[in-house]
């Protein structure tokens, strides 16, 4: 009977003023711990989109040197594509010169061969002969007056061909221009 006493029993005033009390350090504390929530939640936040960038510039920096690799290699291949240039230039050379025709037809295999490896290659002769000069693929190296009826600036003769391989040209083509 007691213990249903106790229970019915009212609290006190000071009772009721410790709860009150006891409530609002709850709301402190909750308070405080809101806002070091908010706090690390700004700083998780402020942390992951440091991450994105650097990940963003990881990959940027990884495809950027990869592409630069792939350039380095592209232009090695043409520097030997281009040092192979002189043996072409020769085999003609003794292609015109030569009077055995048994020589001629090996000589003439040998030029073909020599073209279809840079056709395999992508390379193609530069031929302005008739064209107006254009030093995007051309070097002239001499001028000659005009004939009647020739324009001036325009190709007459290639005196050493050129060479480009898409837009990028190996070996500027060596001509002679009209007056």
Partial sequence: ME????????????EENDCAEEKKTKKKCSGKKQEELEKALAEAEECKRKWYAVTAEYENYRRRTQNQ?????????NDVIASLFVIG????????????ENTKQGIDMILKTFKKVLE???????????????????????????ENGEESGIVKQVYVKGYKKGEKVLRYAQVIVTQ
């Fill in 89 to 100: 230039d020769n085999l003609e050379r003794a292609l015109a010169a030569c009077s055995d």
């Fill in 69 to 77: 690799a792939a350039q380095r290699y592209a232009d090695g291949r």
């Fill in 3 to 14: 213990q249903e006493e106790l229970k019915n029993v009212e609290k006190t005033p000071v």
């Fill in 120 to 146: 395999g290659e992508g390379v193609e002769e530069i031929d302005p002969v008739g064209q107006p000069f254009d030093a995007t693929y051309s070097e002239a190296i001499m001028a000659t007056p005009s």
